[in-house]
């Protein structure tokens, strides 16, 4: 099959400098992510999932390489310019879901929104039509501490989503959720990415990265395993979760 990529990385490279020290946090890393694909990043902790989805969200820079999202270079951009940019093309969710505490959960999705839409209304509308897609119908003007964790979670997905960004990523959204509220995340991620919604998710929860329908693993800043799984459905979940065991095992999970 012959899939679209959406982001492209070139012998990817990132350095850490601090007391003067410094950590070679990614290697060399050479990955194609395609269009409409639910990408799930694995790997132990420090191994480098985190600074990999920085870097191709443009969030933080690059030492040396290439990445390349949407046609679009984003490691040659100015901050001006990668800052527009991230705006209209990146949606991206926190495992610490930092939604802006005095403001309702509307308001949290229509600021950014505002940002890049001009047509006031239009946002609005679709703020409210996310709203209703997360099932936060009714605490659409609550503020995110007169709601649950999971709901904050879920108003942070349609906080994401406000711009239809290209790429939705996500840094470990159920990583503070307790299990049901978990549960409903990822059901939510799985409709966006089922509606045409292009996601990248790191976990480190087997179930999670069940969800996706190709995993990526990273061991020490490398780029150690891609294991396609196919389109995600409940009815082979067990199947799923004990190939993507097996092959984590392999890897020195
Ligand atoms: N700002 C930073 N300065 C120095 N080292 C860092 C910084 N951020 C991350 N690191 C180091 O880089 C490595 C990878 O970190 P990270 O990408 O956060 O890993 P993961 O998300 O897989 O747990 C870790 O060893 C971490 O300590
Ligand atoms: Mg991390």
Redesign the pocket.
Known sequence: MNRKYIIKTNNLCKT???GGIE?Q?LKNINLEIYQKDFTAIM??????????LYLLSGLDIITSGEVCLNDTRIDTLNEKQLSLFRRKNIGFVFQDINLVPNLTLLENILIPGYLVEKDRKKVQKNALSLLDTMGLKLETNRLPSQVSGGQQQRGAIARALVNSPSVLFA?EPTGNLNSSQEENVLEILSKVNENGQTVIM?THDVKSACRANRVLY?KD?ELNGDLLLGKYSKNTLVEREKELLEWLTNRGW
């Open positions: 850490y400098t601090s950590f946090a790997g132990s902790s420090g191994s480098g999932k985190s600074t990999l840094d790191v990273i800043g």
